[in-house]
């Protein structure tokens, strides 16, 4: 991750201790590009999945609803408790409240803590938290909580909505498209200014798209629960037909998920913008960019909808083959693409991981040092003013391992997700070649964000 | 249906092709051969010079030990901000001025050193 400099460079401002404050809000450090042994195995791996998975997998839809291990009672009661909830929503709204004095108050400067809250507790944070747990943002959104209280508040039903909702993930593609822009194009992204308008921007939408559409908003047009209950499918926590908790794969969480409107934008988003990322770190990218005439906004702002464009397209193309190959007609393809899209899920959840693991475990330490002092005061409120981030996380060694690993899985579990879906909804004797277009394509992805971690 | 059979050979023989194809057109990242690094002992030398946005020697990625010091001499053409991420270094340039930056790797990872009017960036330095 990039993110640009701050107008106030603080290493300049006379007080401050240049050694002790990085000039840029976050991300200062990035991975060593992925050892050529590493690259190598993995993709040797993916392919050795992928045509194995062709020829021995189950020829019968196999992952069912009611599967997975029961979690023990006190468990499952703790994990349903409103107490539980509670405490999680009130952590939230504290954070929520620290980080908004800290927009309006603190100081313009790297010490600033609410880039790192945005871009890394929220952003990143989210979506590892959502791929332990679930989808942890329904629980704690304080927007959520926000309009509800509103609501409780005018004394009226917490279901008042003034219209039906009916553009399904839409506005949550978008808004996370938005969202990828900021984060890695936008200039002066860490700047105070700038924060306080997106996050200005950001409450404002909500609370207009909740007051018109009623709660049904949060479940599908916010970008931020879409992200954490799309990953949170992957989670092994998970309640089955009976809402009861279960242990199970990543993939019955995936598998549960049906196509809708809006899907296929929104993975592709969620797997353009990381491919991006990396992408972008490349120095001859940089390169060409910084000589090249046409202003560098334009170009990044150009090539990251590429990204998203080319994901969309890729997937689409895959689908109208297989619906082709399976005798289907061709405006077939545009259900069938819905129907596969989950299973691209597991996928960007392997780049996120890999692309993600260092500046989570790394920088989201980094974190608490920027909190203590929400206003720039130096004062030490949390007592972590002096954290120096423990680096036992961020070895190349396992940084490289993690990486590797984390996209062969995501791999694997895309080409199960993708069968399973494939010869639950072709005809029976089209399902196997049916399967192979979307193959190929999760090949060309994997190996392409291989390529990527591997470019210096 | 048969021919499909072969489907998944013939993408395994183009990806390896592709992957091969990208691996030898990349840089190889074990080697510091970026041109104008000079070693002496523990301490590399690079000598970078900026004109507009065009940088001289063209980016490229800088090997440094642990415990190793890359001496940076950057003259610019404009006065600018040089910063140095994650080694929080940061001075400001003088035009025609030639500028040194001592940088010493002490956490594994990849910085880059960039210059902030306009946004450029010089190279990364590979700490390992
Ligand atoms: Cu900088």
Redesign the interface.
């Known amino acids: 991750m990039a993110l640009t400099a701050p107008q106030l460079a603080p290493g300049l401002i006379p007080g401050l201790a240049p050694g002790l404050v990085p000039a840029h809000g976050v991300g200062s450090r990035g991975d060593l590009p992925l050892p050529f042994t590493a690259l190598v195995i993995a993709a040797v791996a993916a392919l050795v999945i992928s045509f194995v998975a062709i020829g021995t997998l189950w020829r019968e839809p196999r992952l069912r609803d009611t599967d997975g291990v029961l979690l023990p009672r006190p468990v499952a009661a703790l994990l349903d408790s409103r107490s539980l909830r509670a405490v999680a929503r009130a952590l939230a709204a504290v954070l929520t409240v620290w980080t908004l004095v800290a927009l309006v108050l603190g100081p313009d400067s790297a010490r600033n803590p609410v880039p790192h809250v945005v871009y890394v507790w929220l952003w990143v944070g989210l979506a590892f938290s959502s791929m332990l747990l679930g989808p942890v943002w329904r629980v704690i959104n304080p927007v959520r909580a926000l309009h509800a209280g509103l609501l409780r508040l005018a004394r009226v039903s917490p279901d008042l909505a003034a219209l039906p909702y009916r553009w399904g993930l839409w506005p949550a593609a978008l808004g996370l498209g938005t969202f990828t822009w900021v984060e890695l194009v936008a200039e002066n992204n860490t700047s105070l200014g700038f924060l306080q308008l997106l996050v200005g921007g950001f409450f404002a939408v909500s609370l207009l798209g909740s007051a018109v559409f009623g709660r049904t908003w949060f479940d599908h047009a916010d970008p931020f629960e879409a992200w954490s209950r799309l990953l949170g499918l992957l989670s092994p926590l998970g309640r089955r037909h009976d809402g009861r908790w279960v242990l199970r794969t990543p993939l019955h969480g995936v598998n549960g998920l049906r196509g809708q409107r809006g899907l296929v934008p929104t993975v592709a988003v969620m797997l353009g913008g990381t491919a991006y990322d990396g992408f972008s770190a490349n120095l001859s990218w940089s390169t060409f960019v910084q000589t090249s005439p046409v202003s560098s906004s334009l170009l990044k702002t150009a090539t990251l909808l590429t990204f998203f464009g080319l994901v969309a397209v890729t997937i689409w193309l895959a689908s109208v083959v297989s619906v082709r190959l399976s005798g289907e007609p061709f405006a077939r393809s545009f259900t069938f693409v819905s129907d596969i899209a989950p299973s691209l899920i597991p996928i960007a959840g392997g780049y996120v991981v890999a692309h993600y693991w260092s500046l989570w475990v790394y920088q989201g330490q980094y974190a608490w040092r920027l909190l203590t002092d929400p206003l720039g005061t130096g004062a030490d409120l949390l007592g972590t003013a002096g954290l120096v981030p423990n680096d036992a996380l961020i070895q190349p060694t396992l940084v490289a391992t993690i990486q590797a690993v984390s996209i062969v899985v995501g791999h694997l579990l895309g080409v199960l997700a993708a069968h399973e879906r494939a010869i639950t909804v072709l005809d029976r004797r089209a399902a196997v070649v049916g399967q192979v277009p979307l193959m190929v394509v999760m090949i060309l992805y994997t190996l392409g964000g291989l390529t990527i971690l591997f470019a210096p | 249906?048969r021919a499909?059979r072969a489907?998944?050979?013939a993408?395994?023989v183009l990806?390896?092709v592709?992957?091969g194809g990208?691996?030898s057109s990349?840089?190889?990242?074990?080697s510091s051969g970026a041109g104008g690094v000079v070693s002496t002992g523990s301490v590399k030398r690079l000598a970078v010079t900026i004109t507009g946005?065009?940088?001289t020697p063209?980016?490229?990625?800088v090997d440094l030990p642990l415990g190793s010091t890359l001496e940076l001499v950057v003259t610019s053409d404009h006065d600018d901000?040089l910063?140095a991420?994650?080694f929080?270094?940061?001075e400001?340039l003088k035009s025609g001025v030639p500028t040194t930056l001592r940088l010493t790797g002490k956490?594994?990872?990849?910085?880059?050193v960039e210059t902030?009017e306009?946004?450029?960036?010089l190279?990364?330095v590979?700490v390992?």
Do not use: I, K
């Open positions: 249906m499909f489907l998944p050979y993408v395994c990806a390896l592709v992957t990208c691996s990349s840089p190889d990242p074990g946005t065009t940088v063209a980016p490229a990625q901000e910063h991420h994650g929080d270094v940061e400001a956490e594994p990872g990849s910085y880059e902030h306009p946004a450029l960036t190279l990364t590979a390992r």
